[in-house]
């Protein structure tokens, strides 16, 4: 299985990976850590999965680049971007925030849940809300990755 996980916290990105490789020890993992690295990423090399944060940086981080404006919504954008091209590869979003800033509001995780259900419904396949402190975040996610790839 062919996965790109699109993550700017490298400790949640091993994380997420080790999840993928208890399922699939011959997964071939893909890593971006931001939207336009993971867009590029998607389009040329494109994955039978992906695992998207919600909350990514445009451009990837370095020593002279400090990741241009972060996006509360960075993984909506990459979704938007997957519908605008057609690429249909099933994504599971993995967040570790309950509440995202929208304007002068907060939104919560389950209006989200819904907004990507109707709205990226050929792409969306689940929502895993991530806390290292507090397991079942990894079944959620090998419950999501199962059913994805049955479909």
């Given at each position: 299985?062919?996965?790109?996980?699109?993550?700017?916290?490298?400790?949640?990105?091993?994380?997420?990976?080790?999840?993928?490789?208890?399922?699939?020890?011959?997964?071939?993992?893909?890593?971006?850590?931001?939207?336009?690295?993971?867009?590029?990423?998607?389009?040329?090399?494109?994955?039978?999965?992906?695992?998207?944060?919600?909350?990514?940086?445009?451009?990837?981080?370095?020593?002279?680049?400090?990741?241009?404006?972060?996006?509360?919504?960075?993984?909506?954008?990459?979704?938007?971007?997957m519908?605008?091209?057609?690429?249909?590869?099933?994504?599971?979003?993995?967040?570790?925030?309950?509440?995202f800033?929208?304007?002068?509001?907060?939104?919560?995780?389950?209006?989200?849940?819904?907004?990507?259900?109707?709205?990226?419904?050929?792409?969306?396949?689940?929502?895993?809300?991530?806390?290292?402190a507090?397991?079942?975040?990894?079944?959620?996610?090998?419950?999501?990755?199962?059913?994805?790839?049955?479909?």
């Amino acid at each position: 299985m062919k996965v790109l996980i699109i993550e700017d916290d490298e400790f949640k990105q091993r994380r997420i990976a080790q999840v993928v490789r208890e399922l699939d020890e011959g997964a071939e993992l893909g890593m971006e850590r931001s939207v336009n690295s993971g867009l590029r990423k998607i389009v040329d090399d494109t994955p039978e999965l992906i695992l998207l944060d919600m909350s990514l940086t445009t451009f990837d981080v370095g020593p002279n680049e400090p990741g241009g404006r972060p996006q509360n919504f960075g993984g909506l954008e990459v979704l938007r971007q997957m519908d605008r091209l057609g690429i249909t590869v099933p994504v599971v979003v993995i967040t570790q925030h309950e509440r995202f800033a929208r304007g002068s509001t907060e939104v919560h995780l389950s209006t989200i849940l819904q907004e990507l259900q109707q709205e990226h419904s050929q792409l969306f396949r689940g929502l895993v809300y991530y806390n290292s402190a507090i397991g079942g975040w990894e079944a959620e996610l090998k419950r999501c990755i199962a059913q994805a790839r049955r479909e």
